[in-house]
């Protein structure tokens, strides 16, 4: 977690419609500040005729369910961050965690002008209008909560206003966006390296913020005591799995460009008593921010003096910068 201001104990995630920007703008936007400053993380309703998700996780299962030589050959490229990452090559807390995570996943890289900026699968390549509609309706959310987030900060009218994020993050030469599909397998009990309880460890995100689809089987927690580094100390809240729902937190450079007033909250996800034996499927929208500036965002309510200050001077660096950390290359 990037150091920040806020050091409140966190209690419960609340639940946000955004369809009720239509009729509550102001309302609304308080509303996604006040999750983003105090949680970091927050519920947004699925309107009932997005279904693209539900095709998508299908999509998702047939894919990790291919032979490995397969995958093998989509293999993760960590300078693009696209392509398939194995069971234990990413250890996403190499601090507290002596192994890698225990799942699987694949990275779509965000498409330009509708195209693949990567060779994909079969399988994905060949459902493109799927993904395309699906990062659609990503985009269309994010630019939504930026630009509550914009109106709730009061960000004058010559400095962007209600679009000063979202204009920035369509205007993005570099977004670096990634849809990430992930499988965590079940527990066998026959695999000593099974025996651990995490299946990702403790971090937070690394670049603006996350949409994430959960199915079923939960697992995921957010921690409590933000500031508290002691594993035995540390408190945890289950993130249950709302079917009409998906989750946003807010990520590192997010924090940064806030000077700390947004939080990038640490979380993790587990192997529940009554869910080991089964997989857990998700799929996450990263949205990077790749070429924007951290730059201290215009509003009155940003503190002036960060807690500290950024190590890069855009998103994309310091996400290239993460994830050297997490897949254990030199940055």
Known sequence: MVP???EDIITEIPVIDLNDMNSDLEGTASKVLSAAKDVGFFFIRIPPEQKEHLAMFEKSQEFFSMPMDHKLKYLLKVEENVGYSAMRQEKVDPKH???GDFKESFNIGRLINEDPIQDLPPLFANNLDLIRKFQNICNTTVCNIM???AIALKIPEDQ???TYFSKRYLDDEAPGDILRVLHYPPRTGNDDDQKEEIRIGRHSDYGLLTLLWQRQVGGLQIQGNQEMDDPKK?????VPVKDDCIIVNLADCLQYWTN???RSTTHRVVFHPDTL???RYSMAYFVQGGA???DPVPSDQIPCTPPTSPPFSTSGDYVKYRLALTYGHSY
């Open 147 to 149: 630009e509550c987030l």
């Open 234 to 238: 540390m408190t945890w809240i289950d």
């Open 97 to 99: 965690s002596t192994k």
């Open 160 to 162: 962007g206003g209600r």
């Open 260 to 262: 700390g007033l947004i």
């Open 292 to 294: 924007i500036p951290l």
């Open 4 to 6: 920040g201001l806020n």
């Open 277 to 279: 034996h089964k997989s």
